[in-house]
C-alpha cells in the first residue's frame, strides 16, 4: 500500500511529463508490491504531485540553482507499512524513484545528474494504516495485493514483527500498545 508524495519546482513538470512520471512511479510501487499487479495492488498504487511555488524552495540557504543539480529539485517521500522492506530493497526504491524522475525530465548532462533528487522512505508503523474507517495490518495488504503470506517477502516480515514483539516484551511495553502483527499482540515468540 505504498504512497508516493512528489514536490517539485513550480513549473517543472507539464501535463505529459506528470502522466509519464505516474505511470513509471506506479510501476515502481507494483514493484514494491513484489509484482502485485491485482485489481487490490493496482488501486493501493498512489501518487500525489505537489507543486512548489518559486520562491519557496532553498537549498543550502539559497533560493536559487546555485547548489542544485540538473534536472533540478525533486523529493519523493514513500509511505510504506512498516516491516515490509529489508534494506535492500529500499535501496532498490531509492534507485528506482530517482530513474523514473531522470527518465521523465530531462536535463542537462551533468556528472551530477540526479544528485538533487531526493528520495525519503517513511516507514508507517504496523497499526496506524487505515482506510475505509477501519485499520489496515500488513497482513491484511499482502492478502489484497495477492502477496503470498508462505513466500520468502512475508518470512522476513514474520521475522520483524516476532523480534519486534520480543524487544515490546521486553521492555515491558501494554500488550495493546500496538505496532504489532496482530498475530502477534501480547506474544513473546
Known amino acids: 500500500m505504498p504512497v508516493i508524495q512528489l514536490q517539485y519546482p513550480q513549473g517543472s ?18 514493484q514494491m508490491e513484489g509484482g502485485a499487479r491485482t485489481e487490490g495492488g493496482i488501486a493501493f498504487a498512489t501518487v ?6 518559486q520562491g519557496d524552495w532553498w537549498t543550502g540557504g539559497q533560493a536559487d540553482e546555485r547548489y542544485v543539480h540538473p534536472p533540478g529539485r525533486f523529493l ?15 535501496s532498490e526504491v531509492h534507485a528506482a524513484v530517482t530513474a523514473a524522475v531522470l527518465d521523465c525530465v530531462s536535463g542537462a548532462p551533468d556528472p551530477k545528474r540526479g544528485a538533487s533528487v531526493q528520495v525519503i522512505i517513511e516507514e508507517i508503523i504496523e ?3 487505515g482506510a475505509g474507517g477501519r ?8 492478502d489484497t495485493v495477492g502477496q503470498p503470506k508462505d513466500g520468502e517477502r512475508f518470512r522476513w516480515v514474520r521475522a520483524y514483527f516476532a523480534a519486534k514483539a520480543r524487544q515490546f516484551a ?16 501480547g506474544a513473546n515468540p
Open 127 to 129: 497499526g496506524n494504516w
Open 13 to 30: 513538470l507539464d501535463a505529459e511529463r506528470k502522466s509519464r512520471l505516474a505511470s513509471r512511479l506506479t510501476e515502481v510501487m507494483l
Open 135 to 142: 485499520t489496515i495490518s500488513l497482513s491484511s495488504i499482502a
Open 170 to 185: 521486553a521492555a515491558g511495553y501494554p500488550s495493546d500498545a500496538g505496532g504489532l502483527l496482530p498475530g502477534d499482540r
Open 48 to 53: 500525489l504531485f505537489s507543486e512548489v511555488p
Open 76 to 90: 519523493a517521500r514513500v509511505s510504506i507499512p512498516e516491516g515490509y522492506m529489508n534494506q535492500q530493497h529500499k
